[in-house]
């Protein structure tokens, strides 16, 4: 099975494990699968560390954090204009405004991809089509 991280699952699962459900951590952990995380979350992850200071507990800088993706082996999934396509036609949530997670629920339904978030916004995108493995 193939496998979309929202960035808060893939900062949790290299930092704070136990904030993911045992489900979402054994789907993760499971070899079989395919773990992806967009290049839309390597950017949102520095523009995150530098601007919010949100990571800084738990990476140095914003490379030790990038490299990170790569040391758990996860695979990165590059958008291409069919995903900013898919985003530019995706029906927004209510008071959905990050432009960050609309990329990368374009790029899962796009890759046709199930997408593993805790986002409470992000069930509203089922019904065009995500496949949505909610951390709950």
Not at 19 to 40: C, F, G, H, M, W
Not at 44 to 50: D, P, S, Y
Request: proline share 4%.
């Amino acid at each position: 099975m193939r496998v979309l991280l929202d960035t808060h699952i893939f900062a949790w699962y290299v930092n704070e494990p136990e904030s993911l459900s045992r489900n979402v951590k054994a789907l993760i952990d499971d070899y079989d699968n395919q773990v992806y995380v967009s290049s839309e979350t390597l950017r949102e992850l520095v523009i995150l560390w530098r601007s919010k200071r949100e990571f800084r507990t738990w990476w140095e800088n914003p490379v030790e954090m990038l490299r990170s993706v790569e040391e758990h082996y996860f695979q990165i999934l590059y958008l291409h204009q069919e995903h900013y396509e898919r985003c530019a036609r995706l029906e927004l949530a209510p008071g959905h405004n990050d432009p960050a997670d609309h990329l990368i629920i374009a790029t899962a339904l796009v890759n046709a991809m199930p997408l593993i978030s805790a986002d409470t916004k992000f069930p509203f995108y089922r019904n065009q089509g995500l496949d949505l493995i909610d951390n709950n």
